[in-house]
């Protein structure tokens, strides 16, 4: 019965998203509107569309492939039999849930490898975007997978030592320290985690330092951190961020982005970023994402009573991780429906920090940057409504224009 749900679930949001991509397809093609039409000459609109529609179809067989994966695994209880295999090396609960753990990432990873390789280095690199060579690639896994065991593993046996220790009020424990690291990374990720991957120096003084800090100055915005990053080592694309708070804030320009836009563009890109601050977007939506959280652990510690969400998978005794894995996939329909409210935030966000470059700089440069940024990756600028709702954390370009510009 269980097992049922969870094929349906697996299958259903595989449908969903086949469903979602193919209404995007349909749209692509559609007449642009008239105030976005010219951002395309004829030739770079069909390399726009030829772009979504090979990243489209590559979509649907990289996710065919693991919904078939997944579905063999529910059925013939290829995750019991993982467990069997672990348990049969290792005693310790703990030990037993990490190797687990481990070994179904190393499994998942492999098996996306060759998809993960298509992207990069066949479309990316065929739309001319592609900056990564493969020593970077493999020198990004090998420290990837070093910080993702020394943090994630650590963590991981924090909650398990706390699940063994503490029965009942293991959730709310391992919710506060999760929490803790998460603020701890949401201050300081972009110093201590960032630089493994990037290069990130001080912005040179120069036209376009002085220019930023005449804003800044106007906006009582104290600079401190404020960084180019080498994003040119992986991609051609231009962005932007803001992260941390307080003394930590810090904001990173791609060093594309310098590159492609003008300097009253940048410092309307800039004055976006510090929108997000000024209205403390990355705060709340941090606060936002610890209470969900609390939710999806009150949640799991409860149904981590049931010993049959280990059952389901043809395990003979219940386990933590077992039991972890069950609860997450019958989470996905509420986490779809969480990203739905998430994406929805982040676009309402996205309004208020265009809205607070215009007031606070000026609108032509803010549009002439939204424009360069979206044609200079081949966006899909007539994206489906509710491939949109599902999948976009930033507006369309034409609404954000269309924002900008109402007076
Ligand atoms: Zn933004």
């Given at each position: 019965m269980l097992i049922t749900a969870l094929v349906v679930i697996v299958v259903g949001f595989y449908i969903l998203e086949a469903v979602l991509d193919y209404l995007n397809q349909g749209t692509a093609n559609k007449p642009l509107d008239p105030r976005i039409a010219?951002?395309?000459?004829d030739g770079e609109r069909n390399r726009s569309v030829a772009y979504s529609a090979e990243k489209s179809r590559f979509g649907f067989w990289s996710a065919s492939f693991s919904t078939v994966v997944m579905v063999f695994a529910l059925s013939y209880g290829w995750f019991a039999k993982l467990d069997e295999f672990v348990r049969s090396r290792f005693e310790n609960e703990i030990v037993v849930s990490l190797a687990f753990i481990a070994l179904l990432s190393v499994i998942s990873w492999w098996l996306n490898l060759p998809f993960q390789l298509y992207s990069i280095f066949k479309i990316e690199a065929k739309y001319g975007f592609n900056k990564m060579t493969l020593s970077t690639f493999i020198s990004d896994t090998i420290k990837g997978t070093l910080v993702a065991s020394i943090f994630g593993g650590g963590l991981l046996a924090v909650v398990l030592w706390l699940y063994q220790n503490l029965e009942d009020n293991f959730w709310i424990a391992s919710w506060l320290v999760l929490s803790a690291f998460s603020l701890f990374m949401f201050m300081f990720g972009t110093t201590l985690i960032l630089p493994l991957f990037n290069k990130l120096k001080p912005l040179d003084s120069g036209e376009l330092r002085s220019e930023i800090e005449k804003y800044c100055d106007s906006q009582g915005y104290s600079i401190g951190r404020l960084f180019v990053m080498d994003g040119s080592k992986r991609s051609t694309k231009a962005n932007a961020f803001f992260s941390g708070l307080g003394r930590s804030k810090t904001i990173v320009l791609f060093d594309t982005l310098i590159e492609k836009l003008t300097t009253k563009e940048i410092v309307a890109v800039l004055a976006h970023e510090i929108g997000h601050y000024k209205k403390r977007h990355t705060l709340s939506m941090f606060l936002f994402s610890l209470v969900q959280s609390f939710a999806i652990f009150g949640l799991l510690g409860w149904l981590l009573s049931y010993p049959e969400l280990s059952t389901?998978?043809?395990?003979?005794e219940p386990s933590f991780h077992l039991s972890a894995l069950t609860f997450f996939i019958l989470f996905t329909p509420l986490s779809m429906l969480l990203g739905l409210i998430n994406n929805s935030w982040s676009r309402h966000n996205e309004f208020e920090a265009d809205t607070f470059a215009r007031e606070t700089y000026e609108v032509a440069p803010m549009r002439a940057a939204l424009e360069k940024i979206s044609t200079d990756s081949l966006a899909?600028?007539?994206?489906h409504p509710l491939y949109v709702a599902f999948n976009y954390t930033h507006p369309t370009l034409l609404q954000r224009i269309e924002n900008i510009e109402r007076q």
């Open positions: 010219h951002l395309y000459s389901a998978l043809g395990a003979q899909n600028l007539s994206p």
